[in-house]
């Protein structure tokens, strides 16, 4: 039995197009940003601090946010690939898979309206509603000890809604009939939400946990690694990061799956698709990727250019040219356009749902090194300069930006 924290679809339709016209009054009308671009913005301001994490969230800037109502709450238009298009670009199961399954998404702060706009998405892409017997398409929202109470401080400016928006869409667009846990955090610290990750695990029983967030890297990242994110027989993913080479952490630790970002683009090829790495051999925006310098590699890992754990395992699109729609009344008033590799990871994390339940005492990771040959192969594109040309250049087979490459179906995600 599913304690879940939702209203019904048609209770949030009626109240959407009111929840816009009082958004001047809301909480929040705008959020701490540091500009990547011309057109994109961040949405958590960078910390310099290695034990306090940023979301990994980048919004445009040229898509001016709309209320669901003037799209009738319907299909937006003009914002950004909806579920359809991403099923399709991965060949994935959505429809028939991930019944009975639970994805997590971590995050800091409390979102208000993360339920109700989480139905607005559902409801406006065509996706079946919760079902409050089976808890397949309901969200439930708990604090960072898995509680669906006493709830954090509401995110405020810091820009975290518009994080947990985005990862909560993105599981419902992969894996439609998956229950979805929005685990709330008090604060981006790694102890708060990394809290959050090891109860996703060890009280709500969760075997899918997505991080769309991360932190420069540190001596104390295999003390963290012991306490939070060392959960076998659980996928644990995390994002590889926003601003080009560069390795983050948790993305870094061996026990993780570190998903890097693309740009996705429909094509005439036989796909109907094609992949480049998101980023620029010039640096800046971009996937992040390397070779770690505190954590150990992993024996799934058997390049002989790095002794450490290399990010990234996999990858999906992250790139902000080629963004998603996502729905959020709390941070941006509506429907809007965003990437980074906050998008690839909940991706990524609902993509090892649809293959269904780990193996007891393994880490997911390595089912992907062992299925080498089912990912899109992604050989074009940089997301900086390194000394060592895989870790930052796509290359044929394994690179340090895309990993292994990204979905093909689930064959590559099962153990």
């Known amino acids: 039995m599913f304690r879940l924290v939702h209203k019904s679809v048609l209770a949030t339709m009626a109240g959407v197009a009111a929840a816009g016209m009082l958004l001047a009054s809301s909480p929040v009308t705008a959020f701490a940003s540091n500009a990547t671009g011309s057109s994109v913005r961040r949405a958590c301001a960078p910390s310099a601090d290695a034990n306090v994490m940023?979301?990994?969230?980048?919004?445009?800037?040229?898509?001016?946010?709309?209320?669901?109502?003037?799209?009738?709450?319907?299909?937006?238009?003009?914002?950004?690939?909806?579920?359809?298009?991403?099923?399709?670009?991965?060949?994935?199961?959505?429809?028939?898979?991930?019944?009975?399954?639970?994805?997590?998404?971590?995050?800091?702060?409390?979102?208000?309206?993360?339920?109700?706009?989480?139905?607005?998405?559902?409801?406006?892409?065509?996706?079946?509603?919760?079902?409050?017997?089976?808890?397949?398409?309901?969200?439930?929202?708990?604090?960072?000890?898995?509680?669906?109470?006493?709830?954090?401080?509401?995110?405020?400016?810091?820009?975290?809604?518009?994080?947990?928006?985005?990862?909560?869409?993105?599981?419902?667009a992969i894996c439609p009939l998956c229950h979805v846990y929005l685990v709330e955090a008090n604060g981006p610290s790694v102890k708060s939400l990394g809290t959050g990750v090891d109860s996703a695990v060890t009280v709500l029983g969760v075997?899918?946990?997505?991080?769309?967030?991360?932190?420069?890297?540190?001596?104390?990242?295999?003390?963290?690694?012991?306490?939070?994110?060392?959960?076998?027989?659980?996928?644990?993913?995390?994002?590889?990061?926003?601003?080009?080479?560069?390795?983050?952490?948790?993305?870094?630790?061996?026990?993780?799956?570190?998903?890097?970002?693309?740009?996705?683009?429909?094509?005439?090829?036989?796909?109907?698709?094609?992949?480049?790495?998101?980023?620029?051999?010039?640096?800046?925006?971009?996937?992040?990727s390397g070779c770690s310098r505190y954590e150990a590699k992993p024996t799934w890992q058997t390049h002989p250019a790095c002794s450490h754990r290399i990010d990234n395992d996999v990858s999906a699109v992250a790139a902000p040219n080629t963004g998603v729609a996502v729905y959020d009344t709390y941070d941006q008033g509506g429907w809007f356009e965003v990437g980074g590799t906050s998008v690839s990871s909940p991706i990524i994390a609902s993509v090892y749902a649809l293959a269904g339940t780990p193996t007891a005492g393994t880490y997911p990771a390595s089912y992907l090194y062992a299925h080498s040959g089912d990912f899109n192969d992604v050989t074009v594109g940089a997301?900086?300069?390194?000394?060592?040309?895989?870790?930052?250049?796509?290359?044929?087979?394994?690179?340090?930006?895309?990993?292994?490459g990204t979905p093909i179906g689930t064959a590559g995600f099962i153990g």
Not at 117 to 140: E, Q
Not at 212 to 222: A, K, L, N
Not at 383 to 404: I, R, V
């Open 54 to 172: 940023s979301c990994f969230v980048l919004v445009r800037t040229d898509r001016t946010a709309r209320p669901a109502s003037q799209f009738r709450f319907g299909t937006p238009t003009g914002y950004g690939y909806g579920p359809s298009q991403l099923q399709n670009a991965y060949l994935l199961p959505s429809s028939t898979a991930g019944a009975g399954e639970s994805v997590a998404v971590v995050d800091a702060y409390d979102d208000p309206n993360a339920v109700s706009d989480f139905n607005t998405y559902r409801f406006s892409w065509g996706l079946p509603a919760c079902n409050s017997t089976t808890g397949a398409g309901c969200l439930t929202k708990v604090n960072q000890n898995g509680k669906a109470n006493h709830f954090p401080s509401p995110s405020g400016s810091t820009g975290w809604a518009t994080e947990e928006s985005l990862d909560v869409d993105m599981v419902a």
């Open 207 to 288: 075997n899918f946990v997505s991080n769309s967030y991360g932190g420069s890297q540190s001596s104390s990242d295999p003390s963290f690694d012991s306490a939070y994110y060392n959960h076998a027989g659980s996928a644990i993913v995390a994002s590889a990061g926003d601003s080009g080479f560069g390795v983050s952490y948790p993305a870094a630790s061996q026990f993780v799956v570190s998903v890097g970002g693309t740009s996705l683009s429909q094509a005439s090829n036989a796909r109907g698709w094609t992949e480049t790495v998101w980023g620029s051999a010039g640096g800046g925006e971009g996937t992040g």
């Open 383 to 404: 997301n900086g300069t390194c000394s060592k040309a895989f870790l930052c250049q796509a290359e044929k087979g394994y690179d340090g930006p895309t990993g292994l």
